[in-house]
């Protein structure tokens, strides 16, 4: 199996895969220990039965340039193949600001084609490969070097059982007409908004027990300085400090590096130096918000009438329309969507593009009372009113 270390051999390799109608892609990266994750090693193949078909490009060998890749991913006439993409194109966005267009992820292809939830790679190389895949090199540490044979081989196989993966799930999309459903969960996956992380929105992630404003306004300004911080250090943010330790820190707003030692989360290294000292600006900041600025809790769910009965008709109708539909229900809706729905909420996804034609239209005229639901040669149907 080859490895690409040169820059001239990568351009060599790129533009004979350009010829093809797709190359399958793939990325073995680490992030323990840093915020951005860093990539170790990029798989590539495109369609034949040559051995030079499929390659590992090694993105730490010294002097290579990934620019014979970026520029592929750039060529409109090549769809990129993936398996659940999202990370791989997170490494792509942020080390070079490019999102690979065609974009094609078997991973949702397979929700839209009957395979279930978030199905994986393995499953899908034994059921549509019919090939043994080896697994036991998966955890291991990428970023060293020499890798060994069974890394290699672990990782070849992530794109070139991809090739037939790929090929079957195109023709069956095209087959039942699904193929503009995973248009549009595509145009997410290829949106830069999707891998953004705003450290002034990094609060919203925060589990609290309290919609204070001004507790929510130090836990804001807690969240933003420890996102920046780690992401200018490139370290995980639960090294700065943890969500457990935000959550007390707000609550006992420490004013001093004296109040700092009482903490009973924080790590010792926060409780001194830069980390120190950004936190107590963050609490002090989060003290002084005006009250105009200070964050609202999201109480929409709160304020949500769900009547219980039209939610569980709705969970019977999904059921009945996924399974006839041969797709997967996560994919349609999820659980609280249907609870908005059943409050009057008519913005969820689940009512929009391909989701309506499946089942959003539908779910409306049982909302508006229009149709009700009866069993029909063992299946769930709607019936006018």
């Not at 034994?126 to 998966?138: C, E, Y």
């Amino acid at each position: 199996m080859k490895t690409i270390t040169k820059t001239e051999d990568l351009a060599a390799y790129c533009a004979e895969a350009a010829k093809h109608p797709y190359v399958t892609v793939d990325t073995e990266f680490l992030r323990e220990r840093t915020y951005y994750s860093k990539l170790c090693l990029v798989q590539l193949a495109y369609p034949g039965g040559d051995a030079d078909d499929a390659v590992l490009v090694d993105p730490l060998a010294e002097g290579l340039s990934l620019e014979p890749l970026y520029a592929l991913f750039r060529d409109h006439g090549v769809v990129k193949v993936f398996h659940a993409a999202r990370q791989d194109l997170e490494i792509f966005h942020v080390d070079a600001g490019v999102i690979p267009e065609p974009l094609f992820d078997t991973q949702v292809a397979a929700m839209v084609c009957g395979f279930g939830e978030q199905v994986g790679y393995e499953t899908l190389v034994r059921k549509i490969a019919k090939a043994p895949l080896d697994k036991s090199s998966r955890f291991t540490d990428w970023s060293r070097r020499p890798l060994t044979e069974a890394q290699k081989t672990y990782a070849l196989a992530d794109v070139t059982h991809l090739r037939m993966i790929y090929e079957a799930l195109r023709d069956e999309l095209e087959k039942s007409g699904r193929r503009k459903w995973v248009s549009e969960e595509m145009a997410v996956l290829q949106d830069p908004a999707t891998y953004r992380v705003d450290p002034g929105e990094a609060w919203k992630r925060i589990k609290t027990r309290t919609n204070s404003g001004r507790f929510l306004a130090v836990v804001r300004e807690l969240a933003r300085f420890r996102e920046g911080y780690a992401q200018s250090r490139d370290i995980p943010r639960n090294r700065v400090f943890k969500d457990d330790a935000l959550v007390e820190l707000a609550s006992t707003k420490p004013q001093n590096e004296q109040d700092l030692g009482r903490s009973r989360l924080l790590l010792r290294e926060a409780r001194r130096g830069e980390i120190a000292q950004g936190i107590l600006d963050a609490v002090r900041a989060g003290l002084e918000v005006a009250p105009e600025e200070v964050p609202q809790p999201d109480r929409t769910r709160e304020k949500m009438q769900v009547n219980p009965a039209l939610a569980d008709m709705l969970r019977v109708l999904l059921k009945a329309k996924a399974e006839g539909e041969g797709v997967a229900q996560k994919l349609i809706a999820t659980a609280a969507e249907l609870d908005e729905i059943a409050a009057g909420r008519r913005d969820a996804p689940a009512l929009k593009g391909w989701r309506r034609e499946v089942f959003g239209a539908e779910a409306l005229q049982l909302c508006a009372g229009e149709v009700g639901l009866a069993v029909k040669d063992d299946r769930v149907v709607t019936i006018p009113l």
